[in-house]
């Protein structure tokens, strides 16, 4: 199939991508990396008549940290954000989850922001997102306005943004601080293609060993990415001894909301659940007491 007619635009600014934003509503969409919206477009489940191509916005492929706070622009790729050694020292989970997403060839084009803007409730950069208490930076004509990730994805496919706003960049803070350790894990039916389920971990001990912070966010299991608080607290000022973190892996099961689909059922993605939390839980903890995980 052929996509519907569409105008197609691409401002030169961020002030000329948001008037045109403003001016054509919700008949607009923006392309990024155009891997989800062109597809969607050629099989006619997106028919937008007006497509903002903000590609040719200078600056906007920045991947760059001050004051404890990595930023990724709206265009930057997501291979570039994986392999950035920026990000692969300060944000290691996101790197980790960002080679995970499809293959080499999509990733050259997808960006982060845009799949993070598309919303799937599998996909693995949203999770991770969440899990890092990550923020997303949104320009209209009114301004600017930061949204945290937990407040950015309302359900399938669907995010807080209104229709005149662009998402600029992503905001995540710094996690390579002592004794902390992270892991993304996942389980899809082939390499490349969407998780079943995804984990997301983010684990600090203290001095002691206990864990002083833990934070937790699964893709696959519901309507948007999941943050596990309940198995968070739980694991506060515990040591994570096997038997806890098999508790914990239960606990994050029992809160999840999977759906059945021609992927999996809703008990598998429910299993997997279980599974992924336990291990990303034990990689992430073994990184923080820098024990090799690639045994
Ligand atoms: C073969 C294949 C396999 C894939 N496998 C995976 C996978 O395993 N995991 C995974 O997560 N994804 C997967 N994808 C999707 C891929 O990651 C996309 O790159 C991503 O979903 C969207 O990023 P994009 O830059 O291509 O966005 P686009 O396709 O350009 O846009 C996607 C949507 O987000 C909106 N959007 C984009 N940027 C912005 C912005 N800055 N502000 C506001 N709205 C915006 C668009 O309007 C559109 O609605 C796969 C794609 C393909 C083709």
């Excluded at 684990?203 to 943050?227: K, S, Y």
């Excluded at 892996?249 to 992927?263: F, K, N, Q, R, V």
């Excluded at 939390?277 to 073994?286: D, I």
């Amino acid at each position: 199939m052929k996509p519907a007619a569409f105008a197609y635009l691409a401002p030169s600014s961020v002030e000329e991508a948001v008037d045109r934003l403003a001016e054509h509503g919700p008949d607009a969409r923006v392309l990024a990396g155009g891997q989800s919206l062109v597809r969607l477009m050629n099989t006619r489940l997106a028919t937008p008549s007006v497509v903002v191509d903000v590609n040719r916005i200078p600056d906007l492929d920045h991947i760059g940290a001050d004051n404890g706070t990595v930023h990724v622009g709206a265009i930057a790729r997501q291979r570039s954000c994986e392999l950035a050694p920026l990000v692969r020292s300060r944000v290691p989970l996101f790197a980790e989850a960002c080679s995970q997403v499809a293959h080499v060839s999509v990733r050259k084009r997808g960006t982060v922001v845009g799949s993070v803007a598309f919303a799937d409730p599998c996909a693995e950069l949203p999770a991770a997102l969440l899990a890092l208490d990550g923020q997303v930076v949104a320009r209209s004509r009114a301004g600017e306005r930061v949204i945290d990730a937990d407040d950015f994805f309302v359900g399938p496919f669907e995010n807080s943004l209104a229709p005149d706003e662009f998402a600029v960049e992503l905001r995540i803070p710094v996690t390579a601080v002592e004794r902390t350790g992270s892991a993304f894990v996942e389980v899809s039916r082939r390499h490349g293609d969407l998780p079943m389920c995804g984990a997301s971990t983010v684990v600090q001990l203290d001095e002691d060993g206990a864990v002083a912070n833990a934070r937790i966010a699964l893709c696959g299991v519901g309507q948007r990415p999941m943050r596990a608080r309940d198995t968070e607290d739980l694991l506060l000022g515990q040591r994570p001894a096997d038997e806890l973190l098999a508790q914990a892996a239960e606990l994050t099961a029992a809160a999840t909301d999977p759906i059945g689909d021609c992927h999996a059922s809703a008990a598998f993605r429910r299993h997997l659940a279980r599974v992924l939390t336990r291990r990303s839980l034990q990689t992430a903890v073994a990184r923080a007491r820098k024990e090799d995980t690639d045994a």
